[in-house]
């Protein structure tokens, strides 16, 4: 009886092992060819390459490049029909993102200490407004002799595509230095603009057109300031990032 059971328990336990065995070498022949993906040298696709730059910056702001300060509308965002909550700027008739109008008197009236009469030419503007600005555009030259498809490309150059001008953000305003009718031609007073650029972060606005910035924006508004909050501001101004490469870093 003992015999037969002894016989039993030793073939049981060489199951065991047997089994133990088997489990313990599939493991490690897992964990090996774990350890061996992390040795291959891997290429990076293309569309890494945003997150590779974003790597050089060691002070890139800890932000959520989702949120209303960093909407990015130019010829390649449309942002259609959007509409912002806008306030009316004191003593203009323009209007403002209401988020941000506080930071926008902040710098209006730094820029009054500083001895300037800062005029905003234009600040909001709504969709259908841009709209019925460019379908005008387009009209006139269809009247001189255009085709549509040339007069609609041509217009686009002058005024921005519905949906397409940042000013339908409400975070923008076109800021110059005396009254004037059109910015068509509009001269900067020179001490105006280096006062700008080089207190406008201070704010949370950036020089949206800076002229170094024409191969990535298309535009060289020296008038145009944009707001996008102190933190991100301050770190396009000092790495000279334009919004389109900062939002960039981010995706
Ligand atoms: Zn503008």
Redesign the pocket.
Known sequence: MFKYLNRRIVILAMLITVLALLIFSRTTELLSHETAAEDVDIILPPYIDGAVTRRAYDDLPDIDIDSWEYMLVNQAHNCGVYAPDVEQIEGTSSYFEVRAIDKLYALLDAAKEAGFDPHVY?GYRAYVIQADQYRAQVAKLVEKGYSQADAEREAAEVSSEPGTS??QTGL???LVDRYTESLTDFQMDPAFEAWLNAHVAEFGFIMRYPENKISVTGRF?P??IRYVGEEAAKFMTEHGLALEEFVTLYH
């Open positions: 234009v940042e000013h923008c305003i076109d508004e008038w145009h």
